[in-house]
């Protein structure tokens, strides 16, 4: 069965997922800034189906007519809410949205989800993808497992059937807001196995330090719950905990994080291993490696957000603010080596 699809602000992983779709038979229109795909990282995905006869200029959003399309926000964080806002018109007319972007808005610091219901009563079902993968990974068609984050049964029911391979699979759950927050804390995370691979024996506190951010990650979920009256937090905290284990089991929570830890791919990653180096300051890290989700994030919790803080969350912010030769004594204090 065919289904329509809109895919909007696609940058690599929005285009990899359409490949996706379009490989799957679906019909899918792509909105971007740019129709080219003529850029070095997007040769590099390999796409086998996207053509620029797929591609629409972006800014001709609010002028198209709305027909049954699945929509699906591709953006970074950053773009998350400019692309709401510079197309208000469009996203008042629809009543489901899906988004391949997770993390928090870095002006409210609030989770996406939150900020969404708020700024869009229209919008009464939302759905986050969100799992271990790299855009490349899904053009090569390797196998990928990921969590489809969703209050609403139908529509975690819909895009598991619709989006379903031979290689690439959706686990539904509807604890979004873990998911939402293991985005966040895996990028943190992974700059700071970035900087450890860096200045010790490469994997040694990889665990640990993903252990971290899955305990991390659990607390600022329970925060996250914290405007509820009481009996409901204390009815949403029962039900998490008697569930721990398969929320923190699913792909979106720990099989991220240890992806991105693990990755030399990952861009935060990166960034940690730049920001270890005595020559490197965090200014030219940032433009060496472009966009750090993990970076951005990081400044937000610790100044900007309802969440607050954590422990990975707040060595980050210190070593960011460090000087360059106080960076690995504040690693070794928190490793306690």
Known sequence: MTTKFRVLGAGVWGLAFSDHLLNLGHSVEIFRRDTSLESDSIKKLGLKNVTPKHIKLLVTLDDQKLDDEINIVAVNSKGFRDLLNNHDDYFSRLTELVSLTKGIDHQSGRLFSNYLSDRFTNIQKYGL????????????????????????????????????????????????????????????????????????????????????ACEDTWRLAEESFSHLHAKEYQKMIDDTNHHKDIIISSPGYIGDMILTCKQNQSRNYQFGKLIADQETSIEDARDIIGTVEGYDCCQTLMENSELGSNGLTSLLYEILKSEIKEREGLLKEFLQV
């Open 129 to 212: 993808i969100s799992g271990p993968s790299f855009a490349k990974d899904l053009c090569d068609r390797k196998k990928i497992i990921v969590s489809f984050a969703s209050l609403d049964n139908d529509l975690c029911k819909d895009m598991s059937d619709v989006t379903r391979s031979s290689y690439f699979q959706m686990t539904p759950t509807k604890y979004i807001h873990h998911i939402e927050i293991a985005g966040v804390i895996k990028n943190i995370a992974a700059i700071i196995c970035g900087m450890v691979d860096k200045y010790f024996d490469k994997g040694i506190y990889t665990n640990k330090i993903i252990k971290k």
